[in-house]
């Protein structure tokens, strides 16, 4: 069994800044690509950022020069560093993580956080 665990998510002001966390528990052997997406309401879900095991980064044409993606592999964890956030950039954030749990790989899901950009 894994766990996914987000926190960081709140309302901040246009141009404010969040960091959200995503740590991982339970039967994990190796993690693998980590990723945050986010859905804004009436809206697909979709990527913003991944970053694989050997720290290799990717990010949306909307994400770049704003958000940093980050793991710590010795906590399970992945970060997204949001900087200069606008209205836009409001949605509920869900971390995904491609994980072997002993038995077999699978991608993993958050349970999502609020991000809310407003003045």
């Known amino acids: 069994q894994v766990q996914l665990m987000e926190s960081g998510g709140g309302l901040v002001q246009p141009g404010g800044s969040l960091r959200l966390s995503c740590a991982a528990s339970?039967?994990?052997?190796?993690?693998?690509?980590m990723a945050w997406y986010r859905q804004a309401p009436g809206k697909q879900r979709e990527l913003v950022a991944t970053?694989?095991?050997?720290?290799?980064?990717n990010y949306a044409d909307s994400a770049k020069g704003r958000f940093t993606i980050s793991r710590d592999n010795a906590k399970n964890t992945v970060y997204l560093q949001m900087n200069s956030l606008k209205p836009e950039d409001t949605a509920v954030y869900y971390c995904?993580?491609?994980?072997?749990?002993?038995?077999?790989?699978?991608?993993?899901w958050g349970q999502g956080t609020q991000v809310t950009v407003s003045s």
């Open positions: 995904n993580v491609n994980i072997h749990n002993l038995r077999e790989r699978g991608d993993y």
């Open positions: 339970g039967s994990i052997w190796t993690i693998y690509t």
């Open positions: 970053i694989t095991s050997g720290g290799s980064t």
